[in-house]
């Protein structure tokens, strides 16, 4: 029940201010929302309602959006000259960030090391000795009939 009272209220003017200031800082819908203390479905229904705040909406995601993209450009630099030490994921994910919201930034992530593609098999077992369970080299037709060397008994 408590979902259809949630859409059954309106947005006040200070809620909606809330949520726009915090979609440019954080630039996700559902982070702005928990911060702003409103549902995305309220959200929703008010982008419904009216295009101005549909359009306020579109332009604080393309700031937020932009504002990521920047601090994750600033992070990578600062690895890059060795300001900042962290490990490889941040890194990474520093990069995914700047590939998914910069325009025309294509990050190249090297991998060191290589990958060997034989397969290599290790067991407990030990392996027998072959030597030893090598047959004799006369054929023995019966026994005793061929002699090693080839006469016949």
């Given at each position: 029940m408590a979902k259809y009272k949630e859409k059954a209220q309106k947005m006040t003017s200070s809620q909606k201010r809330a949520f726009l200031e915090a979609l440019e800082r954080l630039g996700t819908k559902k982070k702005a929302c928990e911060e702003a203390g409103v549902s995305p479905w309220m959200i929703r229904v008010e982008e419904q309602k009216s295009?101005?705040?549909r359009r306020r909406v579109v332009e604080a995601k393309q700031a937020g959006v932009t504002r990521m993209a920047d601090e994750a450009l600033e992070r990578i630099r600062a690895i890059a000259s060795g300001e900042l030490e962290t490990d490889k994921t941040v890194l990474t994910a520093n990069?995914?960030?700047?590939?998914?919201?910069e325009s025309g930034f294509k990050g190249v992530?090297?991998?060191?090391?290589h990958v060997d593609h034989n397969i290599r098999v290790i067991t407990g077992i030990p392996r027998p000795n072959y030597e030893a369970l090598e047959k004799p080299k006369s054929k023995l037709l019966k026994e005793g009939a061929i002699e090693e060397d080839g006469n016949e008994t």
């Open positions: 295009a101005i705040f990069l995914a960030l700047a590939n998914a919201y992530q090297r991998t060191e090391g």
